[in-house]
């Protein structure tokens, strides 16, 4: 185990070396600036920004600048806003996370226990119910939900308020959020169970006289739930990384639309800061997800 830990970690930093890598020099070498708007700047004032920021270096002096800062730490601040980046993250991030992480415990409940109901049922009426709703939610995008559950509760009807950042209602965007990742957990539950009940040591159980409640919840759905628990490390990080189309929709000041403006202006320190930062989550979920992996079948070893 220890091993494998430190065997992550490595790989982890060189995969963290390589995002900073590709982003950094991918981001200059799209034509423009940070400091090109609308309103043209004088060749003066140009020339001391990009003194100031270090911009007027090459391209490899300025990685290694920014490599060097990192390490101390150092995000910097934003080319538009002159704000702590890592404040500005730090900030950001408690919203995404806070809608993240009741969407993932949203998806996990109601997948877990659909997907075993379906299993349990299955070819009859509740599986057939279930499978329909669940292939609806996969088709449809989070932005198409999160568009239709926002015109119809909050438009037509009125029954729950529009995004307010005084008063938040999370029910609508944690919906949205959740559906997807829902079904999927779903489906995966589902065929799990059904793969464990024709196991033999199922089989054995029943022969015993074991009560059909422990055969399902002790002995079916403990090792049904392998393969959702090492979905869960890239199903955190990808709603805690991926929730920017949900949050543009409702209005939601997080992580996501900060990206999507630093983007859109061209910020390349607010970029890097927050690439950074979600590479990192999307790292730590997935070794994360491995080690519950083996906490739940021991008999796995990681090499």
Same mark, same amino acid.
């Given at each position: 185990m220890g091993k494998y830990i430190v065997k992550r970690v490595i790989l982890a930093v060189i995969t963290m070396f390589l995002v900073c890598f590709i982003t950094f020099f991918a981001m200059n070498a799209v034509p423009g600036g940070p400091f090109n708007g609308e309103k043209a700047k004088s060749e003066a004032v140009m020339k001391v920004l990009n003194e100031r920021y270090g911009l007027d270096q090459p391209v490899g002096v300025q990685f290694v600048n920014y490599m060097?800062?990192?390490?101390?730490?150092? @995000?910097? +601040?934003?080319?538009?806003?002159? =704000?702590?980046?890592? &404040?500005?993250? =730090?900030?950001? @991030? *408690?919203?995404?996370?806070?809608?993240?992480?009741? *969407?993932?415990?949203?998806?996990l409940i109601f997948g877990v226990v659909l997907g075993a109901v379906a299993a349990l049922n299955r070819n009859k009426w509740p599986d057939h119910i279930i499978i329909f709703f669940v292939t609806l939610f996969t088709a449809m995008p989070s932005f198409v939900m999160a568009s239709f559950l926002l015109l119809i509760f909050c438009i037509q009807l009125k029954v729950i308020p529009v995004w307010n950042t005084a008063d938040p209602n999370y029910i609508l965007p944690v919906i949205a959020l959740s559906l997807s990742p829902m079904a999927y957990i779903t489906r995966l539950t589902k065929t799990s169970m059904l793969d464990v009940l024709g196991?033999? #040591?199922?089989?054995?159980?029943?022969?015993?006289?074991?009560?059909?409640?422990?055969? !399902? @919840?002790?002995?079916?759905? =403990? /090792?049904?739930?392998?393969?959702?628990?090492? #979905? +869960?490390?890239?199903?955190?990080?990808?709603?805690?990384?991926?929730?920017? +189309? +949900? &949050? /543009?929709? @409702?209005? !939601?000041?997080?992580?996501?639309?900060q990206f999507v403006d630093s983007i859109t202006n061209r910020d390349y320190t607010m970029i890097m800061g927050v690439t950074i930062f979600l590479a990192a989550i999307m790292v730590l979920m997935n070794l994360v997800s491995d080690l519950l992996y083996k906490l739940v079948d021991p008999r796995i070893q990681l090499d």
């Open positions: 060097k800062d990192i390490l101390h730490g150092d @995000f910097g +601040v934003s080319l538009k806003t002159g =704000r702590d980046i890592a &404040e500005t993250i =730090r900030t950001r @991030f *408690a919203v995404s996370a806070k809608l993240g992480l009741m *969407a993932i415990v949203v998806a196991q033999d #040591y199922i089989r054995t159980a029943r022969a015993k006289g074991v009560s059909p409640m422990k055969v !399902i @919840f002790i002995h079916a759905l =403990r /090792n049904a739930l392998i393969p959702v628990i090492t #979905y +869960v490390g890239p199903l955190t990080a990808s709603i805690l990384t991926g929730s920017l +189309v +949900v &949050e /543009n929709i @409702f209005t !939601i000041g997080g992580l996501g639309s």
